[in-house]
Every structure is written in structure tokens, then in C-alpha cells.
């Protein structure tokens, strides 16, 4: 006989009902399926056709691929920051918009966990060493706003450690716009149904399997508490100087190409064509913590 596997099934409460969802069980419950799209206050029916999102998509690449040029010719610095729920869509936005850009340029990062010499040196120290230099355009996959959100939720730093780090954040981005660092700080948003969905998606995809960690399924109880470290973030690290950008990621295809345009939006680069950038969709995109109100 093989040995019993231990249910993953656990009990939550969603809007007030109480729903059993076993991440391991190959069917999707009703409930997930049908709310998940419109979960968390999405404005859409429907996701964007995907061959009208691959025709803007390719417009806005192009743009990037101008930016890349400038960035070399004028010496500037960018650097985006790409932080939400697992399974909100940081990875796939953080490919779309780097696909095209050259790879010795467009740097991604996405540090793993602290070394035990890391875990001696000042909080923000491994996260500096990887700012840009002229010419570069480097995206954080997760960024030293895990302080902010997984850390604290999760057990993993003191409430001394998370409370410092809301007090140091906005110092540090004071200082890179004063260095003039081009700095895009992305909160992507998703509803709880659809969370559930993706990590139902991940798990029974031999290809994204990988991509489920025992620690995704131990937060699944822990949307609350995400949710207040979340809402504090926003409130105390929202400046003129380096403000949110939040976006409404139930639809990854809008959600990808309103991050794009934003970007571009906000940088004065040669050879701009404003009508390929398109509309910015503010049912979609929004700054600071008053847009998931």
C-alpha cells in the first residue's frame, strides 16, 4: 500500500460564506469559475481578444525597444518594481515588457531567500547592489517591499523589522528620484476567486506545476491579513516622488498593456509615437491606495 497523501483542503471564508477548496482536487468548484474574473471589484465580463491584446502588445514592444536606445544615448536609469499577491501576474507582465529589449540591458531580478550573511547586512543592502546603471532598465520580479507584505504576514521579520522598514522606505526612494533613477513602483491587484483559480490552474498544468510553492497554498488562509499589509503599504509608501501605480490584474492581457503604456506614458524618450502608446484605461490602472477603494 502507498503511503496516505495529506489533504491540502482547507476552509474559507468567502464573503461570508463558508467554501471548502482542495487545490488538489482536478475539478474546479463552481463557485470559483463563476466569480472569478469579476472577483475583487473587476469592471470586466470578459477578457480582452487576445488578438486585439497581441496587435497593441507588439505597438507598445516597439516603444520599449525606442527606449532602450535612449536610455543608452542619454544615460538615464529605470527601474521597475512589480509586487502583488502570488499569481497576480508579475512574471508574465515583467516578460512582456522585457521580451523584446536587449537582455545585456533589460535586467530582471528576483532575488531568492537571504543568505545568512545577507540576513546580518542592513535590510535594503542586496537590493542596492542591483540598481541600475546608465543605460540600464532593471525590473524587480518582488522587491524589498516583501518587508511589506510576506515577511510580516508569513513570520518571517519582527515588528520592529517590518515597522522600521515603513519608516526607511520612503527615505530610499527619496533618494533614487533625487538621483534622477526613473522609479515605477506596480502594485498588480487580483480578486480572491481568481487567485484560487490560478493556483487551481498551476497545480494541475504540467508546465506551471513549479510554480505553486507550499507556501502559496499556506497564505490561501491568509487573504486578510495580505489584505491590511497591503493597505498600510500603500497608505505609507505612496509619495509624489515614487508613487503606486495600482492595476486591476484579473485580466492579464489589460493588465499587462496598461502597465506598458503607463511607462512609456511618464518617460519623454526619442522617437515617441503617442498614438501607438493607445488609452490609458483608468477602470484598469489607478495611483495610490485610493484606487482599490
Known amino acids: 500500500m502507498g503511503e496516505a497523501v495529506e489533504s491540502r483542503a ?5 464573503h461570508g460564506k463558508k467554501r471548502i477548496f482542495d487545490v488538489d482536487d482536478p475539478v474546479l ?28 502588445l507588439t505597438k507598445l514592444q516597439v516603444e520599449l525597444v525606442k527606449v532602450q536606445f535612449w536610455l543608452q544615448s542619454a544615460g538615464k536609469r529605470v527601474m521597475a518594481l512589480f509586487e502583488g499577491r502570488d ?25 531568492a531567500k537571504p543568505t545568512e550573511r545577507e540576513q546580518g547586512q542592513w535590510y535594503f ?35 520592529q523589522q517590518y515597522e522600521g522598514f515603513l519608516n526607511q522606505a520612503p527615505q530610499l526612494e527619496k533618494i533614487i528620484a533625487h538621483e534622477g533613477i526613473f522609479l515605477f513602483k506596480f502594485y498588480l491587484d487580483i480578486g480572491r476567486e481568481m487567485q484560487l483559480k490560478r493556483f487551481h490552474d498551476r ?18 488562509t491568509k487573504w486578510g491579513d495580505y489584505s491590511e499589509k497591503r493597505d498600510r503599504m500603500l497608505r505609507e509608501t505612496h509619495s509624489d516622488f515614487a508613487p503606486w501605480t495600482v492595476i486591476r490584474a484579473n485580466d492579464k492581457r489589460r493588465a499587462r498593456l496598461q502597465l506598458i503604456r503607463h511607462m512609456l506614458d511618464r518617460m519623454d524618450y526619442d522617437g515617441k509615437d503617442k498614438a501607438a502608446l493607445g488609452e490609458i484605461d483608468k477602470e484598469i490602472i489607478g495611483s495610490g491606495p485610493g484606487f482599490l477603494k
Open 203 to 220: 497545480r494541475h498544468d504540467p508546465l506551471k506545476v513549479w510554480k505553486l510553492s507550499s507556501m502559496d497554498v499556506a497564505a490561501l
Open 87 to 111: 499569481a497576480a501576474g508579475k512574471g508574465g507582465a515583467i516578460s512582456a515588457s522585457s521580451a523584446h529589449m536587449n537582455p545585456r540591458l533589460a535586467r530582471v531580478v528576483a532575488l
Open 29 to 56: 468548484p463552481d463557485w470559483v469559475e463563476e466569480n472569478a474574473l469579476e472577483s475583487g471589484g473587476f469592471p470586466y465580463k470578459k477578457k480582452l481578444n487576445e488578438e486585439d491584446y497581441l496587435e497593441q
Open 125 to 159: 543592502q542586496r537590493y542596492v547592489a542591483q540598481f541600475p546603471t546608465a543605460g540600464e532598465f532593471v525590473l524587480f520580479d518582488r522587491s524589498w517591499y516583501n518587508r511589506a507584505g510576506v515577511e510580516p504576514v508569513m513570520g518571517f521579520c519582527t515588528p
Open 10 to 14: 482547507v476552509e474559507l471564508d468567502i
